[in-house]
Structure formats: structure tokens, C-alpha cells
């Protein structure tokens, strides 16, 4: 059993780029878990991601934002679980005023 506390977690987000910062939190065989952050940018990446083998469930802990699956955009906020089925492309970008902050979990399907 491993207990991890957020805002512990929040303070080893990693920059792995202008927009995103991230830090994993659980990690197995079958899943990986972790907080993943969007900031503002004045030009948001465009590119979208798509994982072939893992599904995508989140949790919005805080701030505002969206995702975007295919073409469709869908407003985030707090308390917002989703989840992206494997192979689907998608992308998130926070809102104007603030940082989106996700919980995440990468699971083999």
C-alpha cells in the first residue's frame, strides 16, 4: 500500500514543458498514476496525443480548463472525472486565468 499526499505530490511537478508540468504518483505493471498540470500559454500546443494501449481516467482537482477529443471541446472544472478510451486522440489546455490541475491514471486495457 502506498498513501501519497497532494499537495506533497504538487511540490515534485516536474516541467516538461512552458505549458505542462507533471509528477507520478503510483506506478505498476497494469497502471500509472500522477498529477499532471496545464498553464496558460499565450499559444497552447496543438498537438494531440493518443496512447494505443492505456485508457485515460481523470479527476479535475482544481482550476478550469478543457479537453479536447477528435474536434469536440469539453469545459473542465473541478470535481469533472473523465475518461478517454486508448487510441482516442485528445489534448488539455487550462483556462485563461489559471492553472488545471488533473489527477490521472494510465491503465492497460
Excluded at 22 to 33: A, G, I, N, P, R
Excluded at 91 to 103: M, P, S
Aim: include cysteine; charged fraction near 25%.
Amino acid at each position: 500500500m502506498k498513501i501519497v499526499r497532494i499537495d506533497a505530490a504538487i511540490k515534485r511537478l516536474q516541467k516538461i514543458s512552458q505549458e505542462i508540468y507533471y509528477t507520478s504518483c503510483f506506478e505498476s505493471k497494469h497502471f500509472t498514476s500522477g498529477l499532471i498540470a496545464f498553464r496558460p500559454a499565450k499559444i497552447s500546443d496543438k498537438k494531440q496525443i493518443q496512447h494505443i494501449d492505456k485508457d485515460v481516467v481523470c479527476h479535475v482537482i482544481r482550476g478550469t480548463g478543457r479537453v479536447r477529443i477528435n474536434s469536440r471541446r469539453i469545459q473542465l472544472r473541478p470535481g469533472i472525472l473523465c475518461h478517454i478510451p486508448k487510441n482516442t486522440p485528445h489534448d488539455f489546455a487550462a483556462g485563461k486565468t489559471g492553472e488545471l490541475l488533473l489527477f490521472y491514471s494510465l491503465v492497460v486495457s
